[in-house]
């Protein structure tokens, strides 16, 4: 019966080292895949900062044309601007002045002209006053 005992310990004993061997080999594993996580991750980030990094260049240099494109029309302008006579510009601001003036002087004769039709209208019917209170 001893031996039975004694084969059935040594069984258990099996079992325990065989399951500490796969217990340490499952955390092997566990941070074997750890680390492949870190390094994909840490490849992945990489590879997007880089990516980044290209589309600010190209749209930093597509900023740049753009700019220069702008600034060679704005020159090309200012030289046509530089060609016309004084002569014209004197006269454009002038024409530009006077206009803003009589636009408002016209105003004010609609208006007076308005209220010298109704004082008329008022008087002609025989009432006083603008708003035609009372009669006579």
């Known amino acids: ?10 069984l258990e004993n099996e079992a325990e080292r065989i399951l500490d061997d796969a217990r340490r080999e499952a955390k092997k594993i566990d941070a074997d895949a750890d680390a492949q996580i870190a390094q994909l991750r840490a490849d992945g ?6 990516r980044i990094q290209e589309y600010r260049n190209a749209a930093e240099q597509k900023h740049q044309d ?17 060609q016309v006579p004084d ?8 024409k ?37 209170r009372g009669y006579r």
């Open 66 to 82: 753009e700019v220069a494109k702008a600034r060679a029309a704005l020159a090309q302008e200012l030289e046509r601007v530089k």
């Open 45 to 50: 980030e990489a590879v997007l900062q880089r």
């Open 1 to 10: 019966m001893k031996t039975l005992i004694d084969k059935v310990l040594s």
């Open 96 to 132: 530009a002045v006077g206009a803003g003036r009589f636009v408002a002087h016209q105003r004010q004769l609609v208006l007076h002209q308005r209220v010298v039709d109704q004082v008329d209208i008022g008087a002609g019917l025989g009432v006083y006053g603008c708003h035609g």
């Open 87 to 94: 002569s014209v510009l004197v006269e454009q601001a002038a």
